[in-house]
């Protein structure tokens, strides 16, 4: 039994930020198992590629910093450009350090607050227009320790 039915997403273009591991890569696999088209987008272009052969023949692996609003904007247009209109975005990229809060630097804090924060943002503004019509989906995943209180 399946929980979805096969070509649920057929005809559909996916765009999933920090896509290329964890959870987002995840997603990016299933929804090209129900038939999506799928790009996948993270800092590092070798393991964007990497990523987008894991999914296979309708994939596309773009390098881009979500910390970088006209980056991010220029993967999505790609990626309309190559697949067509985007029926649903990812904003799902996400910087850790595991470490106490009093173990990081205020670098180390800044740049999780870039990526985690800044990204969503930057993910979520640049493909308003691309995405702004009827059906189309907006998924944006942050962090389960949100509402977790942790010790200094």
Do not use: W
Not at 82 to 109: E, H, K, Q, R, T
């Amino acid at each position: 039994m399946t929980t979805f039915r096969d070509g649920l997403l057929a005809g559909k273009v996916a765009f999933v930020a920090g896509g290329t591991s964890g959870i987002n890569l995840g997603i990016a696999k299933r929804f090209a198992e129900l038939g999506a088209k799928v790009a996948v987008v993270g800092r590092d272009a070798e393991k964007a590629a990497r990523a987008a052969g894991e999914i296979g023949a309708d994939a596309l692996g773009l390098s881009a910093d979500v910390r970088d609003y006209a980056a991010i904007r220029s993967a999505l247009e790609q990626t309309a450009g190559d697949f067509g209109p985007l029926d649903i975005v990812v904003a799902g990229a996400a910087g850790n350090f595991l470490a106490p809060a009093l173990g990081m630097s205020a670098n180390a804090f800044k740049t999780v607050v870039d990526i985690d924060l800044l990204g969503t943002f930057n993910t979520l503004r640049a493909c308003h227009d691309l995405l702004n019509r009827p059906g189309a989906s907006l998924i944006a995943i942050t962090a389960g320790q949100a509402d977790q209180a942790m010790a200094l």
